[in-house]
């Protein structure tokens, strides 16, 4: 009995600390997220952001990123990166799309590259 008692409190820790994968998409910056994708050799998943309030946004987030199994997807084979569309775009954020060194495939609010 005890040692069911022990396996299920190991169960419910390591449960309650992620290690099972997160629920939750951690995104980066771009700066930071280009430097991960070219350190771990992975593409690029870019959302460009515009906040509460745009229904395109709503509904990818309600849609898409919060269900568990696209959280998992995106977290092991690409790394997320977030632009923030209400906020001041740096130089970098501003030529991404005419950025050369960039494949790029739209599609609606989302964009997958490879650093190159």
């Known amino acids: 009995m005890k040692k069911i008692y022990a396996l299920f409190v190991i169960g419910m820790v390591l449960l309650s600390t992620g290690a099972f994968g997160s629920s939750e998409i951690h995104w980066l910056s771009l700066k ?3 430097e991960k994708a070219i350190a771990e050799k992975k593409p690029m998943i870019v959302d460009f952001f515009y906040g509460k309030g745009c229904p395109r946004c709503e509904a990818l987030q309600k849609g898409v990123f919060d269900d568990p199994a696209i959280t998992i997807k995106i977290t ?3 790394v997320p990166i977030r ?3 209400t906020r001041k ?28």
């Open 32 to 34: 930071e997220g280009t």
């Open 76 to 78: 092991e084979e690409f």
């Open 83 to 85: 632009v923030d569309l």
């Open 89 to 116: 775009l740096t130089e970098e954020e501003e030529r991404l799309g005419t950025n050369t060194t960039l494949r790029t495939t739209a599609c609606s609010s989302l964009w997958i590259i490879r650093a190159m």
